[in-house]
């Protein structure tokens, strides 16, 4: 029904930038918050950074100053510019959307998940 499909990610070394972005498809009436997650092995999923329709955005601590959440909406697309990366950057990240369907009267919403990127910071 909906699709989230993740691009970007990789290996870098210390201070290196990466960018990841991630697309929405389907019969989108609208999305509301985006947001990307990480997880480290052995770790639980921990929120990254999020972004309203509006283009409000809120970061964990530890990325903040480095990392940018942004938007496109008429791509249906959410970008995640990481900067100044660390070893502890290393993770697999994930991106969600809250995506709104209609069907004529009849309006729902519900979170969606993307496939997730390997990043991998490592010298």
């Known amino acids: 029904q909906f699709q989230l499909v993740q691009s970007g990610g990789g290996s870098v070394q210390p201070g290196g930038s990466l960018r990841l972005s991630c697309t929405a498809s389907g019969r989108i009436f609208r999305i509301d918050d985006m947001a990307w997650y990480r997880q480290a092995p052995g770790s639980q999923r921990e929120l990254v950074a999020t972004?309203?329709?509006?283009?409000?955005?809120n970061y964990a601590d530890s990325v903040k100053g480095r990392f940018t959440i942004s938007r496109d909406n008429a791509k249906n697309t959410v970008y995640l510019q990481m900067n100044s990366l660390k070893p502890e950057d290393t993770a697999v990240y994930y991106c969600?959307?809250?995506?709104?369907?209609?069907?004529?009267?009849?309006?729902?919403?519900?979170?969606?998940w993307g496939q997730g990127t390997q990043v991998t910071v490592s010298s």
């Open positions: 969600s959307a809250r995506i709104v369907a209609r069907n004529g009267i009849i309006v729902w919403e519900d979170d969606y």
């Open positions: 972004i309203t329709s509006g283009g409000s955005t």
